[in-house]
């Protein structure tokens, strides 16, 4: 196998390892996708379904309703199925949310179409990080796993360039394109080519190693290993034998303490996915368009300076590639917790100072100076900076690898629920809160960024170089 890399800890095929890799992380481009692909739809979509603030929330984060069920059984169902059939799955989720969101009629069945490819983007989310952990070296795991956080935002990157190529195309996201239909419903159905894309590269891969030899396959979990590993393939083997159950299927039991009450690790995994959504980066990129009009951007402006953030996130995450294997998990988490509570706590004080004026509609809206607009811009980019290169990628690296074998696909898939569970908490909750004023939002934001840092120094483990069958 050509791109073969031999180092002091293992042997393995570069290329093949790489392959396998970002063939899973596809789905987290379709996370990213999906969740970010309304952003420049909410503003024509609220005019013409004639919906308020609070459906308008609910519309926008429904997916994430559907991502929260599907984060929950997708890891108990790749236990009994496998990562790649899951995968399958998920792509066709992702098919049926693109083509009914494009043609939905009202509110009503926007929603159902969004929870439909919410079930997609939680399913991805879970068997992403679990199926790259399961097939890399300890050694070069974190970068590997933080591939799903690169397609995750290049996924957001795309969605975004693609809502503003649409609306420039027409004039505006509100005008007919082709066919009869908005530009805003255009948004949507180009999400169709990516999610046949990824279904199609899922049946290309082979299945985890770690389910293979669950289901007592191991003549082919010894194929799968032998493509990435050039030594220890019989060692990998017994050690995973040695850390799975094979009598029973894994259920919530094995996830509560003999005295009752979730395992500490678990609780930790949900905290790290609850504080990854409260710091509010995504109400960046599913506001940040409707955002900038809000304080005098144009439409156009607005969605330039949206794609703008969304390469940034990309570079930064390059960075935490660069460095999570090689500093570790729980120092990138604190630097960028602290750097997130210097950047929202400006853009808190930003907003708070700026005055408010009545629009159009008679709603009174903040409107920012020339010199308040260039530092909230800067300060929302710094954001996106230390969270792009610590809480984005980090986490989705410690969930798919800090469970020990026995308790992994439904302990990701609970933290991941959670995840959805607190996306949905502060996505539905911005318009609302964003009506009380911009300085609260981003207020509530700084406190759960500075909470976090707290956290991560008292409670997170540190998982670089460990192999997954060392998980306690």
């Known amino acids: 196998m050509s791109g073969t890399t031999q180092t002091h800890e293992q042997g393995f095929h570069a290329a093949r390892v790489i392959q396998l890799a970002v063939t899973a992380a596809l789905g987290g481009f379709l996370f990213g996708f999906d969740t970010a692909v309304i952003n420049g739809a909410v503003t024509p979509m609220q005019e013409d379904f004639g919906m308020g603030a609070g459906v308008t929330g609910f519309v926008v984060s429904s997916a994430l309703l559907g991502c929260m069920v599907g984060a929950y059984f997708a890891g108990r169902l790749s236990d009994k199925i496998g990562r790649v059939r899951v995968m399958v799955i998920a792509s066709a989720l992702f098919t049926l949310s693109a083509v009914g969101s494009t043609f939905a009629f009202g509110p009503v069945d926007m ?32 970068r590997l796993g933080s591939l799903q956080q ?35 419903r255009w948004m949507f159905f180009t999400e169709v080519v990516p999610a046949v894309v990824y279904g199609a590269l899922a049946l290309s891969i082979p299945e985890s190693p770690r389910f293979l030899v669950h289901q007592g396959r191991d003549k082919e979990a010894r194929e ?3 493509s990435v590993l050039t030594e220890g393939v019989d060692e990998r083997i017994s050690e995973i034998r040695r850390t799975i159950i094979r009598d029973r299927a894994t259920s919530l039991r094995d996830l509560v303490k003999p005295t009752g009450g979730l395992l500490p690790i678990v609780w930790i995994g949900i905290a790290l996915s609850v504080f990854q959504q409260f710091v509010g980066i995504n109400v960046i990129f599913y506001y940040s368009s409707t955002l900038w009009q809000a304080v005098g951007f144009t439409e156009d402006d607005a969605l330039q300076q ?10 930064v995450t390059v960075v935490a590639i660069l460095l999570i294997d090689r500093i570790g998990r729980r120092r990138l988490l604190t630097i960028g917790s602290a750097g997130m509570f210097v950047a929202l706590g400006t853009m808190t004080i930003v907003f708070s100072q700026a005055p408010l004026v009545a629009n159009d509609a008679g709603e009174l809206e903040p409107v920012l100076s020339d ?15 230390f969270f792009g290169m610590s809480w984005g990628p980090a986490v989705w690296v410690l969930l798919g690898e800090m469970f020990n074998n026995k308790i992994r696909g439904t302990a990701l898939g609970i933290a991941a629920a959670a995840q959805w569970l607190a996306n949905f908490a502060i996505s539905s909750s911005f318009p609302s809160m964003a009506e009380i004023g911009l300085w609260f939002a981003y207020g509530f934001y700084t406190i759960a960024a500075l909470a976090s840092l707290f956290f991560v120094l008292r409670f997170v483990p540190e998982t670089r170089d460990k192999e997954l069958e060392d998980m306690e």
Request: glycine letters at 12%; proline letters at 2%; aromatic letters at 8%.
């Open 371 to 385: 010199t308040g607009g260039i530092v909230a811009l800067v300060a929302a980019n710094l954001f996106v900076v």
């Open 224 to 226: 799968v290993l032998s």
């Open 306 to 315: 949206t794609v703008i953030t969304s390469v940034t996130n990309i570079v």
């Open 111 to 142: 929603i159902v179409w969004r929870v439909i490819g919410g079930l997609g983007v939680g399913a991805a989310s879970v068997i992403a990080p679990a199926y790259i952990a399961e097939i890399s070296p300890a050694h070069i795991r974190g």
């Open 150 to 184: 690169m397609a995750i935002v290049t996924g957001i990157f795309v969605a975004l360039l693609s809502d503003y190529a649409i609306a420039a195309a027409a004039g505006g996201a509100e005008n007919e394109l082709w066919f009869g239909l908005a530009a805003w």
